[in-house]
């Protein structure tokens, strides 16, 4: 299989996405195809040898719309939008200098007044109609070449109708001309395209703050040398000088110098990260205080930020499955519309018999039935998500990510690195000597061990270690050895019962600990117990209140860990978990979750890399682990730091979106079953009062921009 992206131009509507999408599906060899309207991109996975690229341009050509094979993702889009902007920018202006002319002789001024007066609106309105209508003419030209019809096709019928309509009045002496309804139509269509056009390109800032956090140049050390080059140049392996204040290229390993790094580009987190030799870095955040050199390992489209930009452009290229009700309802609108307007210049031509006032509600029916804001009510909401999730250091790989996320009942977490810090500290001292001198003898004899919890110890004393003779360690028990001529004992309550050493001057202090979940060892001198020293993996600071943000969701927070009942207790105990699953080995976390799934949707959170099963299994995988490798991989949501509080924003998120979604389809829908009764007369019957076409296409114009807008209220959501 094999997955292409294309440029699409020309679409104006949901009816348009729709086509395209039908269209390349049917194709041979087709596995999937998606076309978005916001990103102007269709996605097309085929099978290679039995389907090729040319055969899903010319297919999308033979349509009406222009394609190309997209040349470097967003950064070419984005010179795309500028192009089209300016385009439409121009043509707006051409129309309005000659639609405004039309529209104050054609409304305000008689014919009396000003002799040649449908003459002069004739000169005005042609350059409008073909110049400017020329792009709405060949691409519903190509729709119907194809069978198949499109927004420009309303278009085109309803300004031609009221334009041709006109020169027939011309030639035949008549009175009454539509010149200037035609020129303002177009004028206004183009007017509410560039304002459409400008919006979605709001829509897309959190991506362009992406693209421009990248370094132009990076100082790499070549035989001595310091030799600044253009960031693309840099070669995995390449050594390079980061000085403070300056960003960091690529992504890499300190090894020389430390620093505090400026992190919140890519995590979302505002406190700088101390970083020192064996550290890795990430290109694109910036050096705050010490300089440093570092290897590069990752370069390119392989880089964080670069692979950041990836998740974000494909999550914003997807679709949310609530899109296919608006394909749908796309695929038989226009045909729909084009019936209506039929039936509604027939039915006042029999009921009047007015060529005139029927042409005008048959052209405002036409005009006010556009679907662009069905169409962009999902895209554009999708789009400000997930560009704000990215922003907040919360990537969600897409719509349908999205919108089941939003459905979510269950989470569950696992505990090791996710409700906990993922390593041993030491945690508490119970003695009665100085707990300065016990460490210091703890960790001297620890100091010899390989063992993690030894290593907690170590690293808790920050001084200098006696030296240890005769050291042993006994696996399962502890260690002992001599210092300074005196024998110690370091280890667990079968140590000192195989040495005789009494212990119950501390055993209470032991059970308590515990019964916390804490590993708690024994220290002796000789016969003589000295006290208790307990290790724990640590509870992050942020769990407690990331369960209850959970629970206060409606969500039903649940542990799941390797560790014995005890320990499981006593973790979940702390956090304000009353749910949860000991002893289970990695390969079953994932039946847990699918037990789960009887009751409804389950988020699993995770570290990515034991968890890979489970994640899979579970409605929606949310990866931690700081944006590595496994956990970009793994999730459906990946939380660039290690806070569990980013599971309930990535939950409030969807379901903001989701509601920005169905506001967004609510008012698209109202919209087009009031206006198109409006626009066929129906209050005409009761009020004498017709639908002006120009209104018909302001209104049209500012449904599509109001759903925009809508969307980009999401921006200012807090999370």
Known sequence: MKKVVLDVKGMHCASCSTLLDRTLSRIDGVKAANVNLTTEKATVEFEEGKAHVSQFIKAIESKGYGASESANGMKSGMLDKHAELDSLKKKLLIGLFFAVPAFIIGMFIMGEQLPYKSLILLVLATPVQFYLGFDMYRS???????????????????????????????????????????????????????????????????????????????CVIREDQEVRIPVDDVKVGDLILVRPGEKIPVDGVIGEGHSSVDESM????????????GDQVIGATINKTGAFQFKASKVGAKTTLARIIKLVEDAQGSKAPIQRFADEVSAYFVPVVLLIAIVTFTTWMIVKGDL??????????????????????????????????????????????????????????????????????????????????????????????????????VKAHKGSFEKVEGFKAIPGHGVHGNIRHKEYFLGNKKLMDDFGIPIADYESQASRLESEGKTVMFLAEGKSLLGVVAVADRIKESS????????????????ITGDNERTAKAIASQVGIKDYFAEVLPEDKAGHVKELQKHGKVAMVG???????????????????????????????????????????????????????????????AYNVAGIPIAAGVFYVWTGWLLNPMIAGGAMALSSVSVVSNSLLLKMKRI
């Open 544 to 559: 407690k209140r990331a369960v209850q943000e959970l629970m206060d969701l409606g969500i039903t927070p649940h542990m």
């Open 266 to 277: 890519i995590t979302g987190e505002s406190i700088p990260v101390e970083k020192k030799e």
């Open 607 to 669: 570290d990515g890399i034991n968890d890979a099963p489970a994640l899979a299994q579970a409605d929606i995988g949310i990866a931690m682990g700081s944006g590595t490798d496994v956990a970009m991989e793994t999730g459906n949501v990946v939380l660039m730091k290690d806070d569990l509080l980013d599971v309930a924003k990535a939950i409030r998120l969807s379901r903001a979106t989701m509601s920005k979604i169905r506001q967004n389809m609510f008012w698209a829908l």
């Open 356 to 457: 005139s006032f029927a042409l005008v509600a048959a052209i405002s029916v036409l005009v006010i039935a556009c679907p662009c804001a069905l169409g962009l009510a999902t895209p554009t909401a999708i789009m400000v998500g997930t560009g704000k999730g990215a922003s907040n250091g919360v990537l969600i790989k897409g719509g349908e990510a999205l919108e089941t996320a939003h459905r979510i009942k269950h989470v569950v977490l696992d505990k090791t690195g996710t409700i906990t810090e993922g390593k041993p500290s030491l945690t508490d001292i119970e003695s009665d000597m100085d707990s300065g001198k016990f460490l210091h003898v703890a960790a001297s004899l620890e100091k010899m061990s390989e063992h993690p919890l030894a290593e907690a110890i």
């Open 140 to 218: 519903a030209f190509q729709a119907l070449k194809g069978f198949s019809a499109n927004m420009d096709s309303l278009i085109v019928l309803g300004t031609s109708a009221a334009y041709f309509y006109s020169v027939y009045v011309v030639i035949t002496g008549g009175m009454h001309t539509y010149f200037e309804a035609s020129a303002v139509l177009i004028t206004i269509v183009i007017f509410g395209r560039y304002l459409e056009a400008k919006a979605k390109g709001k829509t897309t800032d959190a991506i362009k703050k992406l693209i421009g956090l990248k370094p132009k140049t990076a």
